[in-house]
């Protein structure tokens, strides 16, 4: 079992940056394939970018590639989820996920609660 809480979610200025942190409780986090996906207002969830257990290995949707950058801390149980050059379009409830296979997608396994991230323009 693995438990995910996301944090870090706020208000911010269309431009500006925020940092999600996802921390997991529970067994061998490091052997897990991380991500995030959002889910805009009246919109279907997203995906958003997976890093791979040992962070070697990052991939992103095209829509945030080279703004938003994915790391991880296996020692500190946590995923990060760097936000820059925030667009009003970003705005939406962010999710961690945890899977144990290669990839994640909408049938990982675990999945944070989401914590609301709001672009003002």
């Known amino acids: 079992q693995l438990q995910l809480v996301e944090s870090g979610g706020g208000l911010v200025q269309a431009g500006g940056s925020l940092r999600l942190s996802c921390e997991a409780s529970?067994?061998?986090?490091?052997?897990?394939?991380m991500g995030w996906f959002r889910q805009a207002p009246g919109k279907e969830r997203e995906f958003v970018g997976g890093?791979?257990?040992?962070?070697?290995?990052?991939y992103y949707a095209d829509s945030v590639k080279d703004r938003f950058t994915i790391s991880r801390d296996n020692a500190k149980n946590t995923v990060y989820l760097q936000m820059n050059s925030l667009k009003p379009e970003d705005t939406a409830v962010y999710y961690c996920?945890?899977?144990?296979?290669?990839?994640?997608?909408?049938?990982?396994?675990?999945w944070g609660q989401g914590t609301q991230v709001t672009v003002s323009s």
């Open positions: 996920v945890a899977d144990r296979r290669k990839s994640v997608d909408e049938g990982s396994e675990y």
């Open positions: 529970g067994r061998a986090f490091s052997v897990y394939t």
């Open positions: 890093i791979s257990y040992s962070g070697g290995h990052t």
